[in-house]
């Protein structure tokens, strides 16, 4: 029998656990990531393969990993423990939580670089700094703040340290009620500017940008882009690591899986879906570049801000709710190292928050430097914060997404999945099967190898 709470706490109410989770999901991978990657891979047939993935691999897989995290209730390397031995498996299971710790760190490492970005763009939208600024000023304006290490560093520092604040509380007191109006806020607000983008913007490009796949234009650049749009689906609804398995560990009972993460997944593609729309519209308009990379949504968005009235607020606003939605990502990311350290090595909260948190800010540190003074240092030409980037997302959550799937529909027995889902066995539980046994780790497996040049067969990255 699996436990029915967990010793560091449990959500309220099923909806506290959809906040939580989509709070989790939604942040800089949807506003600042996903518009500045399908740009690099020139829109609508990045889009497409992108929904792709979030239907056929990353729904089965989070309902898998929801599902993992409740039935261990405990952090995701001690879940994989405990549910492989039951099983009468190897502990080597647990392997997979390990990995997750290392993405957390490496994640959160450079996520709390961007977010400090997002809170300097608040208190210059605020300054007004961004009124009546052209794309060139814009472009300059960014460059220059990239350049600035100290100030990175600043705006980094504080980010982590409020992230080490709501960790070192307890998710349930602290973040549920955050989230609760939050989430909403942010929700409107991209409306606002997807409204402002269409009227003042080239609505219809971005549409037929977004919308109108055109493979040829990805030519021998497929592979990567295939690549790049599942690693943005595994990012996007931050699968892979196990901070979905330690929310879903928070998570009643009684709570059903498959309607919770489907309402999930649906939140998060729309909300970077929106984030597009207010985003390319103004690209297009002011010719600018959509491949301009990390850079993207801090370049266009203030041209925006500074042409509209009562710009410096709405800008302030736009930018405070993506820190927002970053800080509630930031938190998910931190929560199994936290639950670890607690469980196995007896650390409060309080310790294990505070002493991950450092090491997450350490290796931030070579991140922001890798954007200018350690700029010439490269790995397979990138630097720290790209490679960190495409490691995790690219490589490691997707091979996380894997052994997930294989675990929760080889190793566990058909039973358990039936016992835990709890939606009976008809068409929607042998379809979710179905996808993860099969369909989700074999694809997952392809686009890898492919990425890696072991298959011959659709361009390499
Ligand atoms: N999903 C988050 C985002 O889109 C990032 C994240 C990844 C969070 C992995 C937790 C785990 O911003």
């Not at 997002?118 to 052209?134: K, P, S």
């Not at 909403?184 to 919308?211: E, H, I, S, T």
């Not at 993460?261 to 984030?275: F, H, N, P, Q, S």
Request: hydrophobic share 55%; net charge neutral; proline share 4%.
């Amino acid at each position: 029998m699996s436990p029915s709470t967990s010793i560091h706490g449990m959500w309220s109410t099923r909806l506290a656990f959809i906040l939580a989770a989509s709070g989790s999901a939604v942040g800089l991978g949807n506003v600042w990531r996903f518009p500045y990657t399908a740009g690099e891979y020139g829109g609508g047939a990045f889009v497409l393969v992108y929904l792709l993935c979030v239907a056929c691999i990353g729904i089965p897989i989070m309902m898998a990993e929801v599902m993992i995290g409740r039935r261990g209730r405990q952090s995701p390397i001690n879940t994989m423990r405990t549910l492989a031995s039951q099983e009468g498996k190897t502990p080597a299971w647990s392997l997979l939580g390990w990995m997750g710790i290392l993405c957390a760190f490496l994640i959160l490492s450079f996520y709390s670089v961007i977010a400090g970005w997002t809170l300097a763009y608040m208190v210059r939208a605020g300054a007004g700094v961004f009124t009546g600024i052209d794309a060139a000023a814009s472009d300059a304006l960014f460059n220059a703040f990239v350049g600035n290490a100290e100030a990175l560093l600043a705006w980094h520092t504080i980010f982590m340290v409020l992230t080490v604040l709501v960790v070192a509380r307890g998710v349930a007191s602290g973040l549920e009620q955050a989230v609760r109006w939050m989430m909403p806020a942010l929700f409107v607000l991209l409306l606002v500017m997807v409204a402002y983008a269409a009227l003042n913007g080239d609505l219809g490009g971005a549409l037929r940008y977004l919308f109108q796949p055109d493979f040829a234009e990805l030519g021998d650049k497929a592979g990567a882009a295939i690549l790049s749009a599942m690693g943005q689906a595994f990012f996007s609804l931050s699968l892979g690591m196990g901070a979905i398995m330690i929310y879903g560990s928070y998570l009643k009972s009684d709570a059903s899986i498959a309607q919770n993460t489907i309402i999930i997944a649906a939140m998060d593609t729309l909300v970077a879906l929106l984030a597009g729309l207010a985003i390319f519209p103004i690209v297009f308009a002011h010719g600018l570049e959509p491949a301009a990379g990390p850079g993207l949504v801090f370049k266009t968005l203030p041209i925006a801000f500074g042409e509209m009235p009562g710009g410096s607020f709405f800008g302030a606003l736009f930018f405070l709710l993506l820190v927002f939605a970053a800080w509630t990502s930031s938190i998910s990311l931190l929560e199994p190292i936290v639950a670890y350290l607690v469980e196995n090595r007896g650390f409060s909260r309080v310790r294990a928050s505070v002493l991950s948190g450092t090491g997450a800010w350490l290796l931030g540190i070579a991140c922001l430097l890798s954007l200018n003074a350690w700029s010439e240092y490269t790995l397979l030409g990138k630097g720290v914060l790209d490679l960190f980037d495409f490691l995790t997302a690219n490589i490691l959550l997707p091979l996380g997404g894997i052994l997930i799937a294989v675990f929760a529909g080889w190793v566990l027995p058909r039973r358990a999945s039936v016992d835990e889902l709890g939606m009976g066995e008809g068409l929607g539980y042998r379809l979710w099967r179905l996808l993860v046994r099969y369909v989700a780790p074999l694809a997952v497996a392809v686009v890898l190898l492919n990425a890696l040049g072991v298959l011959p067969a659709i361009g390499q990255v």
